[in-house]
């Protein structure tokens, strides 16, 4: 339990952290962009507005003689050419007379170093001396020098920009301030989708904990929703499914075949017990109790050969491939003849290819022409093998049987579009009761009549799971005029491209 929470908290952690370090990196990245953006253009407006201030001072002083008194801060109107330096750039100007001597003071006063008073003394207006950072009590400034020509003095006009880097500053502050809260609010909202996301993982957790403690298969797992997660559950939960039904079935078969082989075994017991006096018996008793052994051998034999033919089953590896099935009942067909002496014909209709294991779809149809001959032992009639498939050019219709009304009562399974192809065994046997039919291809189900011939009850549950793998289903019914037809659909080849 211990281990599963921490397993739960490193993965919530980690949504947590990489959804926090996601939103943490883009927010940063746009905080910085935005940032140098505004700081560009706050810093490109300014110096934009002071070269205009200073440009325009250059250009009065060069179309009209100025002197320094026309730049005093008394003017009525306001309409003088300190006006017009001041109220577009919010600028501080200091008036410098001959000889570079103070003659307005600017607030705060503004440095004059000799070049600025070169400058006030220049011949040529419109002279210009910039100092591009400037302490000017504590504070940093832009300082320009325009001479007004004639050694008549100059005009300086300085701009803070310390102010402007205080704003920028506080704008990043600001910046810093909302990136940490959105890395916070990112981190919370990811630990909360992280907690959803990962609460159906820990019921699918806990039921894979819970199997693999108790080894039971039958737990239901939780399922909800529709998204990956939901499909994984779903797909657990059949595949729980399908582990307790094979587990289920395995135990069925263990269970049955145990039954199956007490008897046997007992018989031979019974008779190797009896070989101890073999000296005492007659000649027709010693010859029957021999017979009788080879008879039990053999039938423990075919026993433990259906049961391991059972038990690999669906797991046989032999590869699939094109097959003609009327090819197949024939080749069977002759084998049975040769052991049984009987009348055995094959009848085959449409086009009877399949896709499909040739071993085992041999043994299918063995197993039914094997059970036919068992149960018509003394019979002299011929024993029927029909194949029939679709017609190459038609199309697939509803199956209906040449031989029998009564056929509608088999199932023609069909996938995909394609109608199968169906083998059907008749013969002239006693029949099979209607009770009986339901269960005839159940394991080691034998008819109360039948229970006397030799046979495990196995052969037509092999038919039952051969013709399953093969996408087709078993069916059973009585034949018209007594006997019974038995067979089992094959899902017929696709057809090629």
Known sequence: MRRRLRQVSSLRATFTVSFAAVAAAVTVLVGFLSYDAAARLVRVDQQTVFAEVVQDLRDQVREHPLHPGDFAPSDPDRDGPLDDIIRPSRTDVQVLGPGGVIVDHGVPP????????????????????????VDVTGDRYRLATVSLGGGRGAVQVAQQFSDTEDLLRELQQRTVLLVGAVVIAAGLFGWWLARRITRRLVRLAGAAEDVARTGRLGIQVPVTGYDEVARLGRSFDRMLGRLAQSEEDQRRLVQDAGHELRTPLTSLRTNISMLRRIDELPPGAREELVADLALESRELTDLVNELVALAAGRSDTEPVRRLDLAELAEDVAVVARRR???????????????????????????NLVENATKFDRGGTAPIEVVVTGPAPTDIPAP??????????????ASTGGHAPVRVEVLDRGPGIGDD????????????????????????LSIVREISAAHGGTPFAHPREGGGTVIGFTVESAEAPA
Do not use: C, W
């Open 110 to 133: 503004l440095p004059v170093n000799g070049q600025d008073r070169a400058v006030a003394g220049a011949a040529e207006a419109g002279g210009l001396m910039e100092h591009k950072d």
């Open 340 to 366: 049984t002496g009987r009348d055995i014909t094959v009848r085959a209709t449409g086009d009877t290819a399949v896709d499909g294991r040739p071993t085992a779809l041999q043994r299918a149809v063995s």
């Open 399 to 412: 199956f209906t049987s040449p031989t029998s009304s009564a056929a509608s009562a088999a199932p023609a």
């Open 436 to 459: 009986d039919l339901v269960r005839v291809f159940d394991r080691f189900y034998r008819a109360a009549d039948a229970r006397s011939l030799p046979g495990s009850g196995l052969g």
